[in-house]
């Protein structure tokens, strides 16, 4: 069964604080992307990496970063977080950028207090 | 840069009634894909089209696409319960851009 695990389902950061959410694919997918999901915003783009080491930015990347040093893995990172942070992050992988199906993580609901 | 736009925001419809949802770009998609996500879930795939004017059905779900390819439908024949959730679409070319997505309540 193909998965897509990140590794919090809730946490709560204070403000200011670096905070860094992991996601670990298991189907060696080249493609993997963070989504913020916000109620009447849906899912948008923050970053996507189509390749170790490789990233580009999404629709909103401004105050976070992302680091990808294994195939596997892809990481989000808030330099210093803020409560307008506060958000469900969704990671999600695919075996090329636009036109395979997108597997999703169960999300990280994140509170910046 | 590229917008997917999604309508209605919510619809809520009586258990029988059918349902649809529409999507347009702002520029022209090599494809387009549609996604559930059930309450508390995450969105899973439902299906993708590519190319114009494509019809496809699953089951009650009919899924278009338009000839321009810049817009896109999902209909749903006689609702139930179990349909419950946001159906999002989803298109881009490099990058995977999703529409606001479309929150559907079914009452018993």
């Known amino acids: 069964d193909v998965k897509v695990t990140q590794s919090s389902r809730y946490l709560v950061k204070r403000t200011g604080e670096k905070v860094f959410l992991e996601c670990v694919q298991d189907?060696?997918?080249?493609?993997m992307f963070w989504y913020r999901q916000d109620p009447g915003l849906g899912l948008r783009l923050i970053y996507f990496s189509y390749d170790v080491k490789m990233k580009e930015k999404g629709d909103i990347p401004e105050g976070y970063s992302v680091s990808r040093e294994k195939k596997e893995r892809f990481s989000l990172i808030l330099e210093s977080a803020s409560t307008n942070q506060t958000s469900m992050y969704l990671c999600?992988?695919?075996?090329?950028?636009?036109?395979?199906?997108?597997?999703f993580g169960q999300g990280t609901r994140l509170t910046v207090v | 840069g590229q917008q997917v736009m999604q309508i209605p925001q919510y619809q809520h419809v009586q258990e029988g009634e059918d349902f649809t949802t529409y999507c347009n770009s702002s520029t022209t998609l090599s494809n387009i894909q549609w996604y559930k996500q059930r309450p508390g879930g995450h969105p899973v795939f439902l299906i993708q089209?590519?190319?114009?004017?494509e019809v496809k059905k699953q089951k009650r779900l009919t899924f278009q696409f338009g000839e321009a390819k810049k817009n896109s439908s999902l209909h749903i024949t006689a609702t139930q319960t179990t349909d419950v959730g946001t159906y999002f679409c989803?298109?881009?070319?490099?990058?995977?851009?999703f529409g606001a997505g479309t929150r559907l309540a079914v009452h018993p």
């Open positions: 989803a298109g881009g070319y490099n990058k995977l851009i």
């Open positions: 999600a992988s695919s075996a090329v950028a636009v036109g395979t199906e997108a597997f």
């Open positions: 189907m060696d997918h080249e493609n």
């Open positions: 089209l590519v190319k114009s004017g």
